[in-house]
Each structure stands twice: as C-alpha cells, then as structure tokens.
DNA sequence: TTGAAAGCGCTAACAC
DNA sequence: GTGTTAGCGCTTTCAA
C-alpha cells in the first residue's frame, strides 16, 4: 500500500542504491537521473520508512523527557510552556520528542533504562533536578546524552541550564529588607529539590546584607503546590507573631499563601506582602498582581534542547553550563511595612 | 556494544529464531531451553531494538499528540494534565506517546501528514476539536486511526470523548439566573472552536427558562487566556450599562475578567458574579475561589487514549461516542443580585 | 522441538 | 554514474 523505495527504482528502471542516493542528495548521480527520480518520487507520493532508516542508521532521531508528576492532578503551567519550548525546537530541527509522564520513584528510573535499552532515544532533557539525582548518576554511569534544566549537589560533570536562584532570590530579599519588612517567613521547595537550599540560601545573604536573619519558625518547607502554599500560608499567619512577608519559592504557592491570607481577612500587598517566583502568566492576573521573579521557561526549554541535540550529533564536545540571571518583577502584592 | 537475539543464540547454541520464540513466550519451545534462554538473556543483559521490531511488526506502537499552541507562551494547566492522563495510559498500555508542539495553521497539517506518511505513529488524539476541523477531515479522508477530544460539527464519524458543554453551561445558567442576575454577560471561547458554540446554546438555553435572554452587547469572544479574558472584562465591566454577572467559557479568561474587576475597584462576588469553565486547581486558590463546571481532564485523558489504542489493536471495531455529564463547583465569586 | 531462509525498508562499502 | 551485495535486528513461514 505504501511505496517504497523499490517502487520508485522498478519504475525508473533503476537500482536501488540509485534512488536511495538521488534521494539524500549524493552528487554522484547524474542530474537527468537525479530529476527523473525526484520526480516519480514525488508523484507516487514517497515518504521513507522512518524506522528502515533508524534502524539502518542506528540512531533515533527522538530525544525523551519524561516529566515528573508528583500528583495525579498534574497541573502545572510552569511544564507546558516548558514543553512548548522543548518540542518546537525539537521540530525545528527534525527531531521527534517522547513525552513520558512518571511520578518520582524506582519506576521513573525503569522508563529511563527502558527507552535507552530499547535504543528508542537519542538523549534526555531531565527536569526538575534533585540534589542527589539518581536519574542523573544513572545516565552519567551509561554514558547516555543528556542536558538537565537544573543543577544537582554535583554537577560538574553534565551539561545544563539554569536560572540563578540564588541571585533570584537574593534580589527578593533585598526588595523585601528595602521595604522595612523584619519578620519574614518562608516557603521552601522539597528539601530534595536541588533549588530549595539555593533558593534559600539566597533568600538568607540577601536578609543579611541588611543585618536580618530567618527565623527558624518562619521557615517551612510546601510541595509547590497552591495546596500546600495554602495549607502552610495559613499556618503562618495563624501564628502568635505573624510575619508581615511571606517569601514562597514559587509562584502556585505563592496564590496559595494569598488565599490563605484572604480567608483570614487580610488584605494582600497591605496587611501583608507576599512573593512568588516564576513569573508564569498567572501571577500577572491574580490578585494583586504578584511580586515575583521571572524564569523565561520557554527559551530554557529551547536552549536545553538544542544543546542536547548538537550534543547527539557531537556537534560539541564540551560541557556546556549556561546559568542565566533572573530578573525582579515588581507587581502589587508587598508594600512597605510601616 | 549492545545484545542481539544472535548474541544469545551463539551462547546457547541455538538458531535465533528459536531464542526469538522463546524470548516471545511461544510454546513450541522446550522447557528446558526456553529457561536457558530466558536466563542467559538476563545475564547478558539482553533487551530487544524496538526500531527491528516495529520495522518488522510494520506497526510503531506509538500514539501521536500535537498540542495546538496558539501563543508562544503556552502556558495552559488544562493541557499538562491532560498530557498527564494520556501518558500515563500509554505507558501502561505499552505505548510510546509522540508529543508535537504546533500552533494551528498548515505547519500543523503537515506535522500529521508527515507523522503518517513516516508511519511513526499508529494513531492520533486530535485536542481541541475545531467546528470544521481540517485535521479531522485529513484523517478521516486517510482513514488513519484517530480518537478526539471533542466534537466537531460533523462527529458521528469518528470516536471521541467531549464533555457535555451545553448541559454544564445550562448549569451556570440556572445558577447565575436563581441568583436573580438579569444583566448577564458572557465571553466565548473562539467562534471556530467547536465548544464553542455549544457553550453559548446551553447558557442561552438555561436562561430561557427563566425567561432571560443574552443582550447582543454582552457577548464577547476571546481567546481562552487570561489576558484576552481581563480586556473583554474590562469592557464589558465599562459599558454604560454594566452587567451584574459576566460567564466566562474558562476558568483562565474569568481570572483575567476577576482581575479587571479588581482593577476597577469592585469586589468580585459582591458587585459582580464571574463563573468560569474546566475547575482547574488554580480556580479553588483564586479570590475569590471561582464557581465552575468541573471536567475531569486527567481522567478524559486516559479514556481517550485507551479508546485509541484499543481501535489501533482492533479490540474495537464501532464508533465510541461518549458525553460526560458536568458537575457545577459553586463557591465565592457569585451572589445574589439585590 | 528446532533451524534455514526470507523479508521488513533502508543505507553504504565496494566493484565496475 | 550505476549496480551488486551485505547488513541493520528482528519475526515468521516452511521444512525437517
């Protein structure tokens, strides 16, 4: 039913080898040949067997990311704009993407060994880097391609990008020091997420370049979820001395936080201030407007995956470590503590 | 560098196609040799070319996905949990799930095509049902495997999921009008979106029975996010006569139209009732939390994807046609007009 | 119960 | 410039 490139050679009265070279563009055929099989190609409609010539070349042509979903209501805004950036580069240069969808654990680790067994990809893009990764020590002991978004407890030894979290969210604190805020809670990310104690301990330099610290019981640690800013936000404020700022490490906790503090009667950005990280298109249009800092997601998902792509074609050799400076973007959730 | 079957086969001293049987599980092997095989295969750490085998089983036991992004910034919650629904059906089908990022227009009728014709997928789920939708005519025309999410004008040739769009905004509508609202405003989804139409039907319809009807000026058409969705709320919230409810068609366009309320100084759920469609978890964290129609997208996900796979397997032979029933999700951002 | 051989559709080394 | 041939790794007839 469909053609092949025998059809093509028997109609033209040519040899295989003919046509499979007129059709990559070998000059070592004549332009008459070359023409005709052009043509007869086009018209029978041909389109080679994808898996004949992945099989024959021995690559892939496929890079996999296999996204993290901790809850089965996996609803992040953050991904999909991650995704979006992946695979329309991807596309732009002729590679598919396999999407696999695993919550964290031995079977995420199996989908990995799984797609590299059965030589099904090229390389990994790994998000949402853990401080000790195993799906990153795993594919360092194979020495399978792979670019991570994110770094690890070490991470010399792979290519990645990443956003400065540690200048991120020094520059939070300083905005929130600047606006006279002494008792200042935080949300930090799971304590295995390699962004969690960057993120915090920028928060803390930049406290101290005004002489503050972080107090112990102002500090509690959410799953990034708008539930557990919600769940955690609320136990802040319920304290006997309520922070006047709440730093969340991301931006879904953060409209957790927010209406935690609603509920309670207070007015955000007046009773107190409150800040997200992020930037994603919703904390333009929440209420207020939030405070965060912005993560160009969608050109980190094209970077990552170009550079894993050239990396497959060992286009380059060398690691390639890109961390990128985040920028503050000042909305109407804080204000100045009076 | 990797195991072949002939790897095993020289160890075992065996032809190949009698490791294959074994390794297939047939039951013309013996016993004993079958378990030889098995073990030396483990030992020598033996896992199949997924490429030979699909090449061979002229079938790729992938489905494809191309998600329709309209903007650069893709940032859609509805969609990472859908993808999260279907993949994680996919996996555990044994299915590879081929994820393509396009905006609408030719480039996405070629990414099909291309699909296709490079027989890289053996089915597709088409997201997003257009009115006339050319991607669904493509396939249909090609007699290619398909299972949408959605409807379209003309669906009782294919198989598809949809939720009951009409019914659930009949809900709204009920609801918005026992609130004793009259002045009600609405902002559709885009015309040429299949849901789109109906959404308007079934509000329409559920005012009608209490005798209202949607005043020509207070129909808007945006664009599904939140931005499109905070200026047609502003200009509905600016008219001379200013409506007392406004109905978004999705929860992302009512945060914009909540937002553009606040902006104007007035108090959702107290000066004006915003509702909005799909209850992703943003709309419980909103302020205030958002009265919606709940659709279960993870759960829509994994049953489009099993009815694909089962017609690619020909388990199935008819059409499936399924309507999901809606739930109303009442909570703050309406009340009763005085 | 097993094996030889053909073939899935393609590429490439080599010879002419 | 073109064709012959082998081979990518697997499955599956067919014959023994």
């Known amino acids: 039913m469909s053609v092949r490139i025998k059809d093509i050679a028997e109609r033209v009265n040519r040899s295989i080898t003919t046509v499979s070279r007129a059709l990559n563009g070998y000059d070592d055929v004549s332009p008459e040949t070359k023409q005709l099989i052009l043509k007869t190609a086009k018209e029978m409609g041909y389109s080679p067997n994808t898996f ?16 993290p979903t901790f809850s089965p209501r996996f609803s992040d805004p953050y991904f999909s704009e991650l995704l979006a950036g992946i695979g329309n580069k991807a596309a732009d240069l002729g590679f598919d993407l396999l999407v696999s969808t695993r919550s964290p654990g ?19 893009i790994v998000v949402r880097t853990r401080k000790q990764d195993q799906r990153i020590n795993y594919l360092l002991s194979r020495g399978f391609p792979f670019v991570a978004f994110g770094r690890t407890d070490d991470c010399d030894r792979f290519s990645y990008v990443d956003e400065d979290g540690y200048f991120g969210m020094q520059l939070i604190a300083e905005y929130i020091a600047g606006l006279k805020h002494e008792k200042i809670a935080c949300i930090l990310p799971p304590q295995d997420l390699a962004f969690s104690e960057k993120r915090l301990a920028g928060l803390q330099a930049g406290l101290a370049e005004f002489d503050l610290t972080l107090r112990e019981e102002y500090i509690r640690e959410g799953d990034l979820t708008q539930k557990s800013g919600y769940q955690l936000g ?21 409209f957790g936080v927010m ?18 990280f992020d930037d994603i298109p919703m904390s333009e249009y929440s209420y207020p407007p939030l405070t965060t800092v912005h993560q160009p997601v969608y ?4 970077m990552v995956c170009e550079m894993l792509i050239r990396q497959i074609c060992e286009e380059i050799q060398d690691l390639q470590q890109v961390l990128l400076k985040p920028e503050l973007i000042i909305r109407q959730s804080c204000r100045s503590y009076t």
Do not use: H, W
Request: charged share 25%.
């Open 52 to 67: 004949a010539q992945r099989l024959q070349k021995q690559q892939s042509d496929t890079i996999g990311l296999i996204l």
């Open 259 to 276: 209406s935690a503090a609603q509920d309670r009667g207070l007015v955000v950005g007046e009773d107190v201030s409150i800040t997200g």
């Open 106 to 124: 031995p079977e995420e680790n199996e989908t990995y060994e799984k797609l590299i067994d059965g030589r099904r990809v090229d390389g990994f």
């Open 234 to 254: 609320g136990e802040l404020l319920d304290l006997p001395d309520r922070p006047t700022a709440i730093v969340a490490c991301n931006d879904l906790m953060a």
């Open 299 to 302: 050109q980190i998902g094209g």
